[in-house]
């Protein structure tokens, strides 16, 4: 009897050696990496998907997580607000001294889980505080019409790079992938917003109406040059039909005086029937015989 009980616990220890030794066994997805980690010390980095093995607790443990996917982190506020947690204001300081509402979403991914893991107790909120960070001191150094308007699209920019660059210092294992706005206007508290979109709709009448009357200079100007060629244009065709006309006549007048000096009485009687052609090619000519005793009845009618 008491061999047999021997037997049994041998057979229990044995299987409970097994079932601890096969705890150790952990899967990583296509999407995920691992870090295994022994007594402490950091035995596999950024392990790759398939089937692996680490001691399990106390003297071994794994880290699993997705590296694949990407995550956000709202600035200026949270996804979802609870009462144990301190709020986060969403009201910010320009440079000017004026209040905005600036909100914003970090889109980020794991680079490197070994470095996301060991370098910070809450790498998560680190993301967030850094942006924070970034976003002040880039409001603090603007005013309040720069934020709004020209800076608007060149903040979140700026933000990203800053935000990248902090946690490269500091080997967080994180990529930022992309920083967008939320919201950025004026507060709503005491009717600030409704009077700088006032001012905003006003500015853009203006520079509306400064387009308009621009493009219509602009038009009224090439009108004008377009008429100033098109009459530069005709007197100058005009001259020069003129100028062949005069230069023609007196190349005539030359050839007809060297021909009067060479025969005055021929050509005097030829300039003279073409005269007459050309005057009485003007006129209606009426033939008649005369009647009896030579008189002539004449009846013009029209």
């Given at each position: 009897m008491q061999g047999l009980l021997s037997y049994v616990g041998r057979a229990l220890a044995a299987t409970l050696l097994l079932t601890y030794v096969a705890s150790g066994?952990?899967?990583?997805?296509?999407?995920?990496?691992?870090?295994?980690?022994?007594?402490?010390?950091?035995?596999?980095?950024?392990?790759?998907?398939?089937?692996?093995?680490?001691?399990?607790?106390?003297?071994?443990?794994?880290?699993?997580?997705?590296?694949?996917?990407?995550f956000i982190m709202p600035i200026g506020y949270r996804f979802q607000p609870r009462p144990d947690v301190s709020p986060i204001s969403?009201?910010?300081?320009?440079?000017?001294?004026?209040?905005?509402?600036?909100?914003?979403?970090?889109?980020?991914?794991i680079k490197s889980l070994t470095d996301f893991v060991l370098s910070n107790d809450s790498p998560r909120e680190l993301v967030r505080r850094t942006g924070e960070r970034a976003l002040a001191e880039l409001l603090a150094g603007e005013g309040v019409d720069g934020v709004l308007t020209t800076r608007r699209n060149t903040i979140p920019t700026a933000v990203r790079e800053r935000v990248q660059e902090v946690l490269d210092q500091l080997e967080a294992g994180i990529d930022i992938q992309s920083v967008n706005i939320e919201e950025f206007a004026p507060p709503v508290q005491g009717g600030v917003r409704g009077a700088f979109q006032d001012v905003q709709n006003a500015k853009s009448d203006r520079e509306r109406l400064i387009h308009e009357a621009r493009a219509q200079a602009a038009q009224s100007v090439a009108e004008a040059k377009g008429e100033a060629d098109r009459i530069v244009n005709a007197a100058a065709g005009s001259k020069r039909a003129r100028t062949e006309e005069a230069g023609g006549r007196s190349r005539r007048f030359a050839a007809l005086a060297a021909q009067h000096a060479t025969s005055p009485?021929?050509?005097?009687?030829?300039?003279?029937?073409?005269?007459m052609e050309k005057v009485l090619g003007r006129t209606r000519n009426f033939v008649v015989e005369p009647g009896p005793g030579g008189s002539v009845k004449l009846r013009v009618l029209r």
């Open positions: 066994l952990y899967q990583v997805a296509a999407d995920e990496s691992a870090v295994a980690l022994r007594l402490g010390r950091v035995v596999g980095r950024d392990v790759l998907p398939g089937m692996h093995w680490n001691p399990p607790w106390p003297f071994g443990r794994v880290v699993i997580a997705q590296t694949a996917t990407s969403d009201m910010w300081l320009t440079g000017d001294t004026n209040v905005i509402t600036a909100r914003m979403i970090v889109q980020y991914r009485a021929l050509t005097e009687e030829r300039l003279f029937l073409e005269t």
